[in-house]
């Protein structure tokens, strides 16, 4: 079936550096979505990206999807302590149903 | 934006008890719903479908009798674990799409079940 995997498994960062996780589709997907789950806290959206190499930014944040659509990364710019949590990506492969990546848990050292 | 309300937060029950959650779309309308179960540390498991008016869809190694789901209107779906057991202890969330088809999630807010 489907699967998004989702690296590294987790990432400690000192506060000012940057950081990024990839996510990787075994089929090509119709869009991929972007959520960040902060510790005892539930997924919250962060963006969705539909086209074919379409970057998107959004403050320090910057998103990409691939241009065969299987793959997308999220790149954190300058991290901060706010950032702190699990980022994941989920697929979409045309119909309801969304598959989440395993995460991405970041670790902020101030 | 859309949200979605799920309760209990948090529930502690046991062991052979039936535990009920529920799902409601407030500002939406939502026909259908999945239903996901997270252990610590881990991603996002999705259990069902939730369909309005129809039978869930399962995924594969889901016991559907084990995990009962009811869609019974337009913005409520209810997940009752049945027999619970302490291997059943996780972290269960609703989510539904916005409004058609590869819309972003909006999720409940999460109800962690600890089965003594």
């Known amino acids: 079936g489907q699967q998004v995997m989702q690296i590294p498994q987790y990432q400690h960062v000192q506060e000012g550096e940057d950081f990024t996780t990839y996510c990787n589709s075994s089929?090509?997907?119709?869009?991929i979505q972007w959520y960040k789950q902060r510790p005892g806290g539930h997924p919250v959206f962060l963006i969705q990206?539909?086209?074919?190499?379409e970057v998107k930014k959004q403050k320090r944040l910057t998103f990409q999807f691939g241009e065969a659509k299987k793959n997308s990364s999220l790149h954190i710019t300058a991290t901060q302590t706010t950032d702190v949590g699990t980022y994941f990506c989920a697929g979409n492969t045309g119909g309801f149903k969304t598959i989440f990546g395993a995460g991405t848990r970041l670790f902020v050292k101030a | 934006g859309a949200v979605v309300s799920q309760h209990p937060s948090w529930v502690i029950c046991k062991s052979g008890t039936s535990v009920k959650i529920e799902c409601r779309s407030l500002d939406f309308q939502a026909t259908t719903m999945f239903w996901y179960r997270q252990f610590p540390k881990q991603s996002l498991m999705l259990m069902a479908t939730?369909?309005?008016?129809?039978?869930?869809?399962?995924e594969q190694g889901v016991e559907k009798d084990k995990f009962l789901i009811n869609h019974a209107s337009l913005t409520l779906s209810t997940l009752t674990v049945t027999s619970a057991h302490p291997e059943d202890s996780s972290f269960y969330i609703c989510s539904a799409p916005g409004y058609s088809t590869n819309e972003k999630l909006f999720f409940g807010s999460g109800t962690q079940l600890s089965v003594l």
């Open positions: 089929t090509t997907l119709s869009n």
């Open positions: 939730s369909n309005e008016g129809s039978k869930a869809t399962y």
């Open positions: 990206l539909v086209k074919s190499g």
